[in-house]
């Protein structure tokens, strides 16, 4: 049976998806932080169960420690996958050591906050659109017609491909992330029709649509001096001197497509509950705009948007008094993280005016930390700041829709009523 969000204790399974729908777990967090820090949750055959991380210390050990918590000899997610599978469906996300840093710096620094300083007009602009078809309305969904397509909106710009291409991008990620939602996913991840597709990222068909894409894009741009991403991808040398294989250029390709998509949308989308939820807080920044580079910090922290990424033990080892077997699956929770006394006071209170830097929204301590953080960061400040200059009172009308997944901490409806300045 399914436990509510409010009575969970350390017994909470992790992997029941139907717990999610109903909203993040925090009472089983804060138990597991408290009382077993380093907790085996056991999964329905044929998984074979997991250790949780929950306390922000213990997370940011493991991440730092990729000889003992490795991402390349397990998926990071909960999948259990083969060494046949892995191989063919590795990102640089499922990588270690000198070939994850080498794939990293192929774009890392075009996504540095210098590189994409430029861009914050055409995000300006971008938001100003979008704000200016939804506010008349006055009363809407603010997924569907705010927070959804802004950031494959920006991504396209990014690749370089044509506007009218966002929303067959959007449908890509929806089916690939929304993998065990029926509201999203052709075939849902637990089921048996997925194993035609266990081969492909997320078992989603739409992979191999995403693929075929950019394979087309890469025959346009390769051999040419285009300032795209994907130009950047496909005529760049990896610094170890090994050039991306067609697979490695799909699953780089599809990890750019669905990264920085939902994960940015349900950022801006709890947000904006979070300052209709703290009226106070909404009254601070429409003030006090400067308070928001900072208020984008507690952002993140209380979306929390990916609830955990994996890592696979190397060896045995020692935690809190549990014995970590070679090959056992260990889940970094970075939403129960989010919320660790020990870091943050007052965890459960939203607090635009605290200093939420150690936030593990993005990862934390890791090489795999999120490549495309000052990217998301400015986009959610440009939105809020062009929101906070048009919207003087702000109502929801309706509980959100909750994404069924324990992966992200999604909303996929939000009815709101914003009344423009
Ligand atoms: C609020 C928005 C976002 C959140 C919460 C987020 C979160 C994350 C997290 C938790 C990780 C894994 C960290 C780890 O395992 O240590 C990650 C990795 C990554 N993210 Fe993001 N992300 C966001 C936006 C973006 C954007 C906009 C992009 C780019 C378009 C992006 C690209 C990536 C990539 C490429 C990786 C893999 C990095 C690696 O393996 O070295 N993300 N992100």
């Not at 089983?28 to 250790?51: I, M, S, T, V, Y």
């Not at 259990?80 to 063919?88: H, N, T, V």
């Amino acid at each position: 049976m399914t436990a509510s969000p409010e009575t969970a204790g350390v017994d909470t399974d992790l992997s029941d998806l139907d717990l999610f729908t109903a909203g993040p777990p925090w009472a089983a967090f804060d138990a597991l932080r408290r009382q077993d820090p380093c907790h085996f949750n056991p999964e329905r055959a044929p998984n074979k169960g997991f250790w949780s991380i929950t306390r922000h210390a213990d997370i940011v050990a493991v991440t730092r420690d990729e000889a003992t918590f490795s991402s390349e000899i397990g998926a990071v997610n909960l999948e259990e996958l083969d060494a046949d599978q892995l191989e063919i469906r590795r990102s640089m996300l499922e990588t270690d050591g000198a070939r994850h840093f080498a794939l990293r710096r192929l774009l890392q620094r075009d996504f540095s906050a210098r590189a994409l300083a430029p861009f914050e007009t055409f995000l300006r602009g971008l938001t100003a659109t979008t704000l200016d078809a939804a506010l008349p309305r006055r009363e809407f969904d603010f997924v569907s017609e705010v927070s959804a397509d802004f950031p494959i909106r920006v991504l396209v710009r990014l690749l370089g491909i044509p506007d009218d291409h966002a929303g067959q991008l959007i449908n890509w990620g929806n089916r690939m992330v929304g993998n065990t939602d029926p509201d999203e996913a052709d075939v849902l991840l637990d089921s048996p029709e997925s194993e035609q597709y266990r081969n492909l990222p997320f078992r989603s068909p739409a992979a191999l649509e995403v693929f075929a894409y950019g394979d087309e894009l890469a025959r346009q741009r390769r051999g040419g001096d285009g300032a795209d991403l994907v130009s950047k991808l496909v005529n760049r040398t990896p610094e170890d001197g090994i050039p991306l294989s067609e697979r490695d250029f799909h699953n780089y390709f599809l990890l750019l497509v669905v990264a920085g998509n939902e994960t940015t949308r349900h950022t801006i989308t709890h947000s904006m509950k979070a300052l209709i939820d703290h009226p106070e807080a909404f009254a601070t920044l429409k003030e006090r705009p400067e308070l928001l580079p900072n208020a984008v910090e507690e952002f993140l922290r209380w979306a929390s948007p990916v609830y955990h990424f994996r890592r696979t033990a190397t060896k045995d080892v020692e935690l809190h008094g549990r014995t970590i077997r070679a090959g056992d699956k260990v889940v970094v929770w970075w939403s129960s993280g989010n919320r660790d006394a020990s870091v943050f006071a007052d965890p459960d209170r939203f607090d635009i005016t605290r200093d939420a830097r150690e936030h593990m929204a993005f990862g934390k301590g890791g090489p795999h930390l999120c490549l495309g953080n000052q990217l998301a960061r400015m986009e959610i400040r440009v939105m809020f700041e062009e929101i906070l200059r048009r919207v003087d009172s702000a109502e929801q009308l309706a509980e959100p829709k909750r994404v069924r997944s324990n992966f992200v901490n999604g909303l996929k409806e939000f009815d709101v009523r914003l009344i423009g300045a």
